[in-house]
């Protein structure tokens, strides 16, 4: 059974500095996505990693995924105030083959200070 | 864009009424999903339907029942409110047609509490 952790689940940094959050998985998942929830709105899908070595970027954020390690990063370049937010992210589940079927992280609460 | 819509925002009920939850997607997506969110607990699948009239169960279905009798529209029933479940709900749908690696679209959520 897929299990996915974040960690940190709580982060707070300085505007202008550097962060990883890290999402391990416990078993194969063909898929991995990053999902970003401001305050009272709802998620909205920022990655999809499919398969080893895959990076994508947009803006001050990269998202990488290490297939072998069971790993995917999320890095943050240069934290600005608008990147607060709880970030997710997600593996494809067990029984979802063709259902599209997520197994989300806890989530990891961003805290960006000035 | 796809647009997913739940009924409600905010709704309070009281313990042992039969709550119904609504939510519409406008992309005729096949698969819909029902999620519960709470605080250090992240997302946790309740149900969820890949066509018409079916339904699946996720990891957390116990006091719940969900109804797909059109294909924009997956009802989440909560059969007998209890106090704990009281939480926010969030619906999702995702274009299965246009490969299974798509991301789920959700909507805004329902934030339920029981009384």
């Known amino acids: 059974e897929l299990k996915v952790e974040q960690n940190p689940l709580f982060l707070s940094m300085q505007e202008g500095k550097n962060y990883t959050i890290y999402c391990n998985y416990s078993t194969t998942s063909d898929r991995l996505y990053w999902y970003r929830q401001d305050p009272g709105k709802s998620l909205e899908s920022l990655f999809v990693?499919?398969?080893?070595?895959a990076v994508k970027q947009e803006g001050r954020l990269m998202a990488s995924l290490d297939t072998k390690a069971r790993l995917s990063t999320l890095h943050i370049t240069a934290a600005v105030h608008d990147l607060s937010a709880t970030y997710f992210c997600a593996g494809g589940g067990p029984t979802g083959g063709s259902q599209g079927n997520l197994i989300f992280g806890k989530g990891t609460k961003l805290s960006v200070k000035p | 864009d796809v647009k997913v819509t739940q009924s409600s925002r905010y709704l309070v009920k009281r313990t042992g009424e039969k709550v119904f939850l609504e939510c519409v997607q406008d992309?005729?997506?096949?698969?819909m999903f029902w999620y519960r969110q709470d605080p250090g607990l992240g997302l946790r699948l309740i149900y969820f339907s890949y066509d018409v009239k079916m339904k699946e169960k996720g990891d957390i279905p116990e006091g719940y029942s969900v109804s797909r009798e059109k294909k924009e529209r997956f009802s989440l029933i909560l059969e007998s409110a209890s106090t704990n479940q009281t939480s926010m709900y969030l619906c999702a749908a995702v274009d299965q047609g246009r490969g299974r690696n798509q991301p789920q679209h959700f909507g805004d959520g329902t934030r339920l509490s029981i009384l």
């Open positions: 990693l499919l398969s080893n070595g």
């Open positions: 992309m005729d997506h096949e698969n």
